[in-house]
């Protein structure tokens, strides 16, 4: 697989205009790691506004317990998860991931693997793919791994820094080899790029209010 080279000083000013414009985003809102790793496996293809609102139904219902939620019937556990999209899907994928956790002897146990083998045993559970492992050790297990997903190859890909199209696992190597391996640096910069994505560098850019314009190609445009 061909190795991205990211130009660390320009990848350090994008973080830094970032954070100036929009400021610390406390990025992942959750009472627990399970509760984050809930929000993982929902947030797959759904606006997040719906992830809140099913995950708001399983705390008035005090659901949000692997123990409890372990124990669910899969249609009991998909009449929780009605906000969000495909709910039966996302319920027997919600399951599979919850009973991993169980099984596996929850946070403690897992904390104490190392970051490539927590990884593939994310990997090698019903329904998680590379971004959703990733979000989990970033924001739960607050390991320095670095998620893309389709705001950063927006953002990127404009930008002329990173190829949009590259394979995920190229487009993270590229952030760890360039970046100081730092989650909490790591999970500031992710959601940063989330938010200028939604906001800023839309589908349909407003390039007028970029705080990136100077250094976008489409910006400069």
């Known amino acids: 697989m061909e190795r991205l080279v990211l130009e660390r000083t320009r990848a350090e000013a ?6 100036d414009t929009h400021g610390p985003q406390h990025w992942w809102p959750a009472d627990t790691p399970f509760e984050m790793m ?20 399983l705390r008035t219902a005090e659901m949000l317990n692997v123990h409890i939620m372990a124990a669910l019937p899969l249609d009991v556990l998909a009449e929780y998860l009605r906000p969000v999209g495909y709910y039966n899907l996302k319920a027997r ?19 104490g693997l190392e970051t490539g083998c927590l ?4 990997l ?3 329904g998680i793919g590379p971004e959703t492992a990733d979000d989990i050790l970033l924001y739960a297990f607050y390991r320095p791994v670095f998620v893309i997903d389709a705001y950063t190859r927006r953002l990127f890909g404009r930008l002329g820094l990173l190829p949009a199209a590259a394979a995920y696992e190229q487009l993270r190597a590229a952030f760890e080899a360039n970046l100081s391996p730092d989650a909490g640096r790591y999970g500031e910069y992710h959601a940063l790029i989330v938010a200028h994505a939604k906001h800023v560098c839309r589908p349909r850019p407003d390039c007028s209010t970029c705080c990136l314009r100077g250094e976008c ?3 400069r445009g």
């Open 14 to 19: 994008v973080f830094t205009r970032l954070l």
């Open 38 to 57: 809930v929000g993982a496996v929902l947030t797959q293809n759904t606006r997040w506004q719906n992830v809140e609102r099913a995950l708001e139904r």
């Open 93 to 111: 994928r919600l399951s599979a991931f919850t009973n991993w956790y169980h099984d596996s002897g929850g946070f403690e146990t897992l904390s």
């Open 119 to 122: 990884r593939e045993a994310l």
């Open 124 to 126: 090698n559970v019903s």
């Open 217 to 219: 190609r489409l910006g």
